[in-house]
């Protein structure tokens, strides 16, 4: 267990709920964190966000293929990378993975492909961020930050509610994270 896995556990046994935002890391309650706890958590925020990040994919990943082998956790390009081997046997026949849409726009993809570790790590649905559909859509498929984003947009910041996207006009656009 490194140090960040054993910080972690400590602040969860002592009552702690740590989520990444992509650049700092919320704590729930905030009102019961000490000046020390407070320290701890500045001096390793690089290493618990890694540990956050690589927690949470490590969770999606188990949720998506709850019958696959985990491996290992990396960090690749800024963003944690599970490795895992396949079950032995089969998984059951799935929807399409919205992400493999030949539809959506390359340098769109590129602009989603950027945002998509910290948006899962968010708790965005795959639906929610790569959907192309902009009319119709139903809950079972919502319409997606790939409907709205235009050649030049650029995602600014994500959060546990909305996409800040600047529009390739200036303007600027909220896109909830739930619809």
Known sequence: MSDAQALLADFTRRGFKLTPNPSKIGVQ??????????????ANKPALLAA???RDATTQVKTVFPKAQLVGVREVNGAAAVAVEPANEPEPAEAADPRNDPRIDPTIRCEIERWEPQLIALGWALERI???EFWPH???????????LQ????????????????KCDGSQQRFPKDG
């Open 29 to 42: 309650p905030a009102s019961k964190l000490t000046d020390a706890d407070r320290q701890v958590l500045r």
């Open 138 to 148: 139903t809950a079972e498929q919502p319409r997606g930050l790939a409907s709205v």
């Open 130 to 132: 790569w959907n192309s």
């Open 151 to 166: 050649r030049g947009d650029r995602i600014r910041f994500a959060d546990n509610h909305h996409a800040h996207i600047i």
């Open 52 to 54: 956050l990040a690589a």
